[in-house]
């Protein structure tokens, strides 16, 4: 029988851009597979990579030359925005315009990526799954120019526009088993576990309390949540997964970067 | 643009009492466009009425008068028309063109006031903030392309905020300078502006340390 696959954000970013071996690695695996994705990460692929890009857009309109604009990416941008942007840069400056130094050409390079080609690389050959969450803000437009696009990414604790706390309650009993689990020695130096678990305690109280910044905190574990029972959960986020998916039973198998290998299924 | 303007003018309209079997008095005033060649012909001495028509008739010269009395009969007149007050109705338009781009111009103004705020609500995200405040700076540079009834403080209070803008970066940007910024929008809005307000524009910017002059930071 065929494998399913539920794909995270990291996944969908290198299935664009990464080292030649992880992409081989995905090929494969994704090729033998039913590969699934949830609206959730489409948000989470809008709000970080295709954001950076437009980003990076504008600091090359706004500089005289790609080298000032590039400057000014490396000092705001955050290390994982650095790695996916260095990723990005090293497909741009494949364009020998580019390479040359051509501002106009990467104006139009970007703007191409960010409206719609990396959307098309991120939907195909994959289904999305049931959307329980219905987060609005994963139907954020970039044709829709760029303003509108930040507008509609945007959330707010106290804008009703999906339906998290809904979905997190009827997951009420996970949550508990994830606080328990953030109890135990094992992962009392793991901070962003320490982090996780704390706010599901938040949550617990009140369900509103996932919404707005919140919601990009709870990230890994409401991806975890969504995992369809017979799917397996696919990324490359070792660190940030395992406590999760072990606490709420989510079938996960890992792909390290710097030593892909295809995974037992 | 060889016959720009036909007025007729009649003094039995203007009086009030024009009727059906006066027509043959009516003296009509046709007006043209001065041509190179009517330029070399006219006499230094004429001297031109004054335009009732403003400036845009300035360059008009009407060089004839013909009078309809001294036509032949039997040649067709022109229908009875409703006189037109020229000078009125093209004052109104020109009012009306103001208007709407005086309205423009605030519509504009009131979407840099939103991006702005904008800016100042996702402070935090820098990515969020760095695309707002470039749309900032994309949104105020297409006042100029508004062809509003120019008042020079008003220019001076726009250039003066698109200066700050281009030499500040939203990653070294405060929440106070976003602040002091809407505070100069808010002032541009009044449109009509006198010196006194391009000033205080200009404290306004240098006491939140926004550089409208390029500057080695």
């Given at each position: 029988m065929e494998k399913k696959v539920q794909l995270d954000t990291t996944i969908q970013i290198y299935r664009a851009f990464s080292h030649s071996s992880v992409k081989r690695v995905l090929v494969k695996i994704l090729s033998q597979c039913q590969v699934f994705v949830s609206r959730y990460v489409l948000y989470e692929f809008k709000r970080t990579l295709i954001k950076a890009v437009i980003t990076f857009y504008t600091y090359v309109r706004e500089e005289q030359t790609i080298d000032d604009a590039l400057d000014r990416a490396s000092r705001t941008f955050s290390s994982r925005q650095k790695t996916h942007f260095i990723s990005i840069f090293r497909e741009l400056v494949k364009n020998p315009g580019i390479a040359k130094g051509n501002k106009e050409q990467l104006l139009i390079c970007l703007q191409r990526m960010f409206e719609w080609e990396l959307l098309d690389i991120f939907e195909e050959g994959v289904s999305y799954i049931p959307d329980h969450i219905q987060c609005t803000p994963s139907k954020a437009d970039p044709t829709e120019g760029i303003t509108q696009f930040?507008?509609?990414?945007?959330?707010?604790?106290d804008w009703d526009q999906c339906s998290l706390p809904r979905f997190l309650r009827l997951k009420q009993k996970r949550l508990r088993r994830l606080m328990d689990l953030s109890k135990s020695p094992e992962y009392q130096g793991n901070k962003g576990f320490q982090t996780l678990?704390?706010?599901?305690?938040?949550?617990?109280?009140?369900?509103?309390?996932?919404?707005?910044n919140n919601c990009k905190i709870l990230g890994d574990m409401i991806i975890a949540l969504e995992?369809?029972?017979?799917?397996?959960?696919?990324t490359s986020n070792i660190s940030d997964f395992e406590p999760p998916c072990k606490a709420v039973k989510t079938s996960v198998r890992f792909i390290k970067y710097s030593d892909p290998k295809v995974p037992k299924l | 643009m060889a016959a720009l303007l036909d007025t007729i003018d009649t003094t039995t309209q203007r009086d009030g009492k024009r009727e059906a079997g006066a027509i043959s008095s009516l003296t009509v005033t046709t007006w043209q466009l001065e041509t190179e060649v009517d330029k070399g012909l006219r006499e230094t001495s004429q001297k031109p009425e004054v335009s009732r028509l403003g400036p845009l008739a300035s360059d008009l010269t009407y060089p004839e008068q013909e009078s309809m009395a001294v036509r032949d009969p039997q040649t067709p007149m022109l229908p009875p028309v409703t006189a037109l007050v020229r000078d009125e109705s093209f004052d109104s338009l020109v009012s009306s063109i103001a208007t709407y781009a005086r309205e423009e111009v605030l519509a504009h103004l009131e979407s840099v006031t939103k991006l702005l705020t904008g800016v100042k609500e996702s402070f935090e995200d820098e990515m969020d903030r760095q695309i707002l405040f470039f749309e900032v700076?994309?949104?105020?540079?297409?006042?100029?392309e508004i062809d509003f009834p120019r008042n020079d403080y008003f220019l001076q209070?726009?250039?003066?905020?698109?200066d700050s803008l281009a030499y500040t970066k939203s990653e070294d940007l405060s929440k106070e300078q976003v602040e002091g910024l809407l505070e100069v929008v808010e002032i541009c809005k009044r449109v009509d502006l006198s010196i006194n307000d391009v000033r205080r524009c200009g404290r306004i910017l240098r006491n939140r340390r926004i550089a409208t002059v390029p500057t080695l930071s």
């Open positions: 930040i507008k509609q990414l945007r959330c707010q604790k678990a704390s706010l599901c305690g938040k949550i617990l109280d009140d369900f509103n309390e996932c919404k707005g995992v369809l029972p017979e799917n397996i959960l696919l | 700076k994309e949104h105020l540079g297409k006042l100029w209070a726009v250039s003066l905020l698109e």
